[in-house]
């Protein structure tokens, strides 16, 4: 099974501030990468997929990059809307499997 | 606009059986495929199953297979999830969860809000 690990496991910084969320596959998944918010008590939503495909609604100061093993989701200008839980998940094998999730914690 | 609500949950003892259904509206739901994923308490997200929009193919992850069931009812817009021989490490949130194709996806795009299942003597 691919392994997908975050970093950090948790992160806090100031309304404002630019925040980045690194995702790596234990092995090469292309452009198969989504990103994902988890508000508490809420269900999960889908910020990005293919890597870097901002989905509709989701605010332009999101982004994602990276292909092969290595991703990362940016926030700019962090908001207290922001406070939320941050999974990747590989869609390139039939695992599907999810990082352990990154705590954005506002300060 | 895409709404997918689950119901079904509750407590039952390990070994026991319990059927999850999701009833989907906003989008032609025979038309997509269709997944199931939980979350144990305070833990991470863990894909569980998936059925395809087009010709059913199932598809599940090793720690359910041969325990849980996915169908789909596409006359009535309802997924299910038939759980049997349950465990106190199936305890989860299960969430409902629509695809991103038509055939059998890899990717959801539209979550439901979840229904709880705790497996307790």
């Known amino acids: 099974d691919i392994q997908m690990t975050q970093s950090p496991s948790t992160l806090s910084a100031a309304v404002g501030d630019r925040v980045t969320i690194t995702c790596r596959a234990s092995?090469?998944?292309?452009?198969?990468l989504a990103w994902f918010q988890q508000r508490p008590g809420k269900a999960p939503r889908l910020l990005i997929s293919r890597a870097s495909n901002l989905q509709s609604g989701v605010p332009s100061r999101f982004s994602g990059s990276g292909s092969g093993t290595e991703f990362t989701l940016t926030i700019n200008s962090l908001q207290p809307d922001d406070s939320a839980t941050y999974y990747c998940?590989?869609?390139?094998?039939?695992?599907?499997?999810f990082g352990q999730g990154t705590k954005v914690e506002i300060k | 606009e895409v709404q997918l609500v689950e119901s079904g949950g509750g407590l039952v003892r390990p070994g026991g059986s319990l059927r999850l259904s999701c009833a989907a509206s906003?989008?032609?739901?025979?038309?997509?495929?269709m997944s199931w994923v939980r979350q144990a308490p305070g833990k991470g997200l863990e894909w569980v199953s998936t059925?395809?929009?087009?010709?059913?193919?199932?598809d599940y992850a090793d720690s359910v297979k041969g325990r849980f069931s996915i169908s789909r009812d596409n006359s009535k817009n309802t997924l299910f999830l038939q759980l049997n021989s349950l465990r106190a490490e199936d305890t989860a949130i299960y969430y409902c969860?629509?695809?991103?194709?038509?055939?059998?996806?890899?990717?959801?795009?539209?979550w439901g809000q979840g229904t709880l299942v705790t497996v307790s003597s």
């Open positions: 059925i395809s929009g087009s010709d059913d193919r199932t």
């Open positions: 998940q590989q869609y390139n094998s039939y695992s599907r499997t």
């Open positions: 906003g989008f032609t739901f025979s038309s997509f495929g």
């Open positions: 092995q090469s998944i292309s452009s198969q």
């Open positions: 969860a629509k695809g991103d194709c038509g055939g059998h996806c890899y990717l959801n795009d539209y």
